[in-house]
Structures are given as structure tokens and as C-alpha cells.
């Protein structure tokens, strides 16, 4: 009898000793859990801070850039504004105005060949501190809506050109520009790159069409006035001109990009003037030839589509249909690709274009003619 009450005096000790043990360990773990919660709980506010910071950081950089280098954008008119600056709010309303970007101390500003006029065209330039210029433009091109005017000044600042071969699509760009007129200058708007590489097809004053290829494709806002104006990534560098934006569409706007213009402006600001060699063609790459002929493929190269009369490369034998694959042995690709290396030619300099034929490769040596 003794012997089974001492079993079951041990046996509710035991009992009840894990009954304390257990407890014991679930409040060390319950404690243990909170701490560990309270720590993830703690990091994660530290972290939300140090983002919120971050951003911060990063906006204030681009307003402070933008602010530096807003003296670079100026007015392009036309018309004299009457020694009324175009920046002014009794300026003359009726002017056509459109917007430049100072790209050289020694008095050349960028923009587009449509605001300007061709080349040897006079038009206005009126700066952030209201003088205007009677000015010229010095090289101007149509195919690529670009101009450059040269200013009879010196410019103590000018913008940095960036490289528009490295843009990514979704990277944060903003244009600045002169929407409408004079009174809404230096108007700053941000998107993002939507797509490279786009080819548009635009109606001319005559009805007839034209092609723009190669352009940058942005959302951030492009309204008339914007014209010309620089498309800035968020260092503050021009990667694309400003030039047209889908009118039957909101936030579709395009770019040229920076890069096709750098031979041309590199010349100018070290040599004061710059002729232009001339291979007489016109060529597309594979993301046109659908506009042009849906029959057509290209697995590379650039497909001739306009050759000029007797010009260089019709004497060297170049014909309409003929694919050019290399120029001087560098592969090319894009049409612009070869206009940047024409551009850093001279008149009377010769070039050997490999081109395939019927599917047979040939070169033809050219000599470079004057435009």
C-alpha cells in the first residue's frame, strides 16, 4: 500500500515538474519571439528612413542641377521680338517661338532644323537675361530635324553632353523647354524613356511623308515650344533634341539622340567651321523597311534606298537595293551610324563601302563629295 502511494506521490511530482518546465520554456520563448519581432519591426523602420532619405537626397540633387543649367535653354524666334525679350511678359504674343540649348562657350546653340530654318537662315536668339541675337545658322539638316546657330557671343556656361548609346528604357528623363511661348519658359517636365530605335512616319505642309527613325520615345511632356529643347537624364547630361510628340496621343513624345550631333559640334568649337562631306544616299535599317516594304529582311547592314544622281556613290557604282554591310571595315548598322562617321570625313576623302549584292559581297571605293 505504502509502496503504490510513494509511485503516485513520484509520479505527480514528475507530473508537475514538467508542467513548471514547460511553462518555463513557452514564456522564454513567448519573450523571445516579441524581442525578435521588435528587432525585425526596428530594422525595417530604420530602413523605410534610409530610403525616405535616399529619395529625398536624390530630388534635391535634380532640382538643384536643373537649376544650374536652366540659363543654358534659350529662345529661338523667327521674328524680332522688338527688343522685348521673348522671357518677358510684354513680349509680343504673336511670335513663334521655339527653344535651343547652349552646347559651346564660343557661341553655338543646338536645335531643331524646323525651328531654325536651313542653313544661312537668320533667327532670333534671346537668352535667360533677356538680350537677343540676330544670329545664323550654321549647319542645318532636315532628315534629322537638327540645326546649330551660332551666337556672337561667349557663353560662360553650357550643357553636357551625355551618351545617348547607353539609355535604357524606364530610365527618368526630363525636358525643358519654352511650351506655347514666353510665358511658360523654361517649363520642366519628367517621364521616363518609353522605347528606343522608333521610326515615325510624318505628314509634311505639301501632304506628302517623311520618315524619322532612330528616335528616343519618352512620356515626359512635349508641347509645342518644347521644340529644340534638351531631354536631360538625371545628371543633368543632354541625351536627345526635343523635335515632335504624337498629337493623337497624350505622353508620346520623341528625341534625337545627342550622339549623332557630337563629330559636328567637336569640329565647330575647335576649328570655328565645318564642311560637309557628302556620300549622296539614303539608307534604312531592319526597323524601317516594314514602312518601306514589307517584303524586304535584313539580317544586318543598312538597305540603300535613294541613290543621288551622279552623286559619290552612284559614280562608284552603288546601286538602290544594295545592302551596305561595312564602311573602312567598321560594321554598320543604323543610317545614323554612318552619317556620325561621314561627318567626320572632309570633302575628297575616300571611303570603302562593303555591300552585298544579289548575295554577293563587293567593295566600292568613294570619294566624298561636298554637300
Not at 537675361?129 to 557671343?153: F, P, Q, R
Not at 576649328?271 to 557628302?278: D, H, L, M, V
Request: net charge negative; with cysteine; proline share 2%.
Amino acid at each position: 500500500m505504502k509502496n503504490s502511494f510513494g509511485i503516485f506521490i513520484k509520479n505527480v511530482f514528475i507530473i508537475l515538474l514538467i508542467s513548471v518546465v514547460s511553462i518555463f520554456l513557452y514564456k522564454l520563448y513567448d519573450e523571445i519571439e516579441i524581442n525578435i519581432e521588435s528587432e525585425s519591426i526596428e530594422n525595417t523602420n530604420i530602413e523605410t528612413k534610409k530610403v525616405s532619405y535616399e529619395e529625398s537626397e536624390n530630388e534635391k540633387d535634380i532640382t538643384q542641377i536643373i537649376e544650374e543649367i536652366s540659363d543654358c535653354v534659350v529662345g529661338i524666334s523667327k521674328e524680332n521680338s522688338k527688343n522685348d525679350s521673348i522671357f518677358l511678359n510684354n513680349s509680343n504674343s504673336t511670335n513663334k517661338i521655339g527653344t535651343g540649348l547652349i552646347v559651346s562657350k564660343k557661341g553655338y546653340v543646338l536645335t531643331n532644323n524646323h525651328v531654325c530654318g536651313e542653313k544661312n537662315s537668320k533667327c532670333y536668339v534671346t537668352l535667360e537675361n533677356g538680350k537677343e541675337y540676330n544670329s545664323t545658322v550654321v549647319w542645318s539638316d532636315s532628315d534629322i530635324d537638327l540645326a546649330i546657330i551660332k551666337v556672337d557671343t561667349v557663353f560662360l556656361k553650357t550643357f553636357e553632353l551625355g551618351d545617348s548609346d547607353s539609355i535604357k528604357v524606364g530610365q527618368t528623363v526630363y525636358a525643358i523647354g519654352n511650351p506655347i511661348g514666353f510665358e511658360f519658359q523654361r517649363t520642366v517636365t519628367s517621364g521616363i524613356i518609353s522605347a528606343i530605335d522608333r521610326t515615325i512616319k510624318i505628314e509634311n505642309e505639301d501632304k506628302t511623308y517623311s520618315y524619322m527613325s532612330e528616335l528616343i520615345q519618352t512620356d515626359a511632356t512635349i508641347n509645342p515650344g518644347n521644340s529644340g529643347g534638351p531631354l536631360i537624364n538625371s545628371d543633368g547630361e543632354v541625351i536627345g533634341i526635343n523635335t515632335v510628340k504624337i498629337t493623337s496621343a497624350e505622353g508620346i513624345g520623341f528625341a534625337v539622340p545627342i550622339n549623332i550631333i557630337k563629330p559636328i559640334l567637336e569640329k565647330l568649337d575647335k576649328e570655328g567651321e565645318f564642311e560637309e562631306a557628302s556620300i549622296g544616299i539614303f539608307a534604312y535599317d531592319n526597323s524601317f523597311l516594314p514602312y518601306l516594304d514589307k517584303n524586304i529582311k535584313l539580317d544586318s547592314g543598312i538597305y540603300v534606298a535613294q541613290v543621288i544622281l551622279d552623286g559619290p556613290s552612284a559614280r562608284a557604282g552603288l546601286k538602290i537595293g544594295d545592302i551596305i554591310t561595312h564602311i573602312d571595315g567598321i560594321e554598320i548598322n543604323k543610317m545614323s551610324e554612318l552619317r556620325k562617321y561621314i561627318y567626320q570625313k572632309k570633302y575628297k576623302d575616300q571611303v570603302t563601302l562593303t555591300v552585298n549584292r544579289n548575295k554577293k559581297e563587293k567593295n566600292l571605293k568613294v570619294i566624298l563629295g561636298l554637300k
